[in-house]
């Protein structure tokens, strides 16, 4: 980084600051993009995956969103893949439960072209193990020579800085980050909502947690240093939280009116991407 970059780095960051930011707003205009993203691929380019491909909490939400615009496109959904991921600090090990990695792909017969997507990106460390992980689990015979693996997220200074054998990167971002503002589609859950899971999920709510559960009906849980996902939490928020059934299916409906919404405004030229028609 030269003088020139740092400098700019600076008057970033300050400007962030200095900026309002209504954090539903940023979190609706987002998730409009991410959703003209997909639909772009999968509607206009008439794109075809053989497989969806998150990880983590994040993952859990945004695949789910992902399925919203296929099935609004009137696309099949191709076969949806989810791992625990524990990002690591270093390069040791991660792990999580091999059962589940067996369970998901065990009916993949031949594997081309995946579609990895996530709210945010940087070191893509998250994206690095799934593909390993399908790569050696499917083995020579079910992945293609050169496994086509499209990225979509939100570039939050994104750097591929990996040789994976037998996988091609390309990353599509969303949008650019705002610097200083991640997390953005957890602000879309209404505060009473969050208040509401605090007996379960704990203090201070971790929102993409929440955002998970609200969506996908889990979270991921580490117990002796193994990472699976829970689906059972509901149940007990449910039995403690008797209106969180309805206010789930609100919010769940709004999303979907943003999907409506980010899609019309696509096609009426209103989300643009410089770099794709």
């Not at 959703?35 to 497989?51: T, W």
């Not at 999920?201 to 979270?219: H, S, T, V």
Request: proline letters at 4%; charged letters at 30%.
């Amino acid at each position: 980084m030269d003088k020139y970059e740092k400098e700019l780095l600076e008057k970033i960051k300050q400007s962030a600051k200095e900026m309002v930011v209504d954090r539903v707003e940023l979190g609706e205009l987002r998730l409009k993009r991410l959703v003209a993203m997909i639909y772009l691929l999968i509607k206009e380019k008439q794109e075809r995956f053989d497989l969806l491909v998150g990880g983590g909490n994040s993952g859990i939400a945004v695949l789910e969103i992902v399925k919203m615009v296929y099935q609004k496109a009137g696309v099949d959904v191709p076969p949806i893949v989810l791992f625990p991921v524990i990002r690591p600090s270093n390069e040791k090990e991660v792990n999580f439960d091999k059962n589940l990695t067996a369970r998901q792909l065990k009916n993949i017969k031949k594997l081309n072209r995946l579609l990895f997507v996530d709210d945010e990106i940087m070191r893509a460390q998250t994206a690095k193990i799934c593909f390993e992980t399908i790569r050696d689990f499917l083995g020579e015979t079910k992945v293609n020579p050169c496994l086509s693996c499209t990225i979509v997220a939100e570039n939050h200074f994104f750097v591929w800085r990996y040789e994976l054998k037998g996988i091609s990167v390309r990353f599509l971002p969303f949008s650019m980050v705002l610097q200083g503002y991640n997390g953005n589609f957890g602000y879309l859950i209404p505060q009473k909502l969050i208040t509401s899971l605090g007996p379960v999920l704990g203090e201070p709510i971790d929102r993409n947690k929440a955002l998970a559960l609200l969506l996908g009906g889990k979270i991921k849980v580490v117990k002796d240093k193994i990472a699976s996902f829970n689906c059972e939490v509901e149940k007990e928020i449910m039995s403690k939280t008797p209106e969180y059934s309805n206010e789930k299916q609100k919010f769940v409906k709004r999303i979907e009116k943003i999907v409506d919404e980010g899609i019309k405004e696509y096609k009426k030229g209103e989300i643009l991407f410089r770099y794709l028609p």
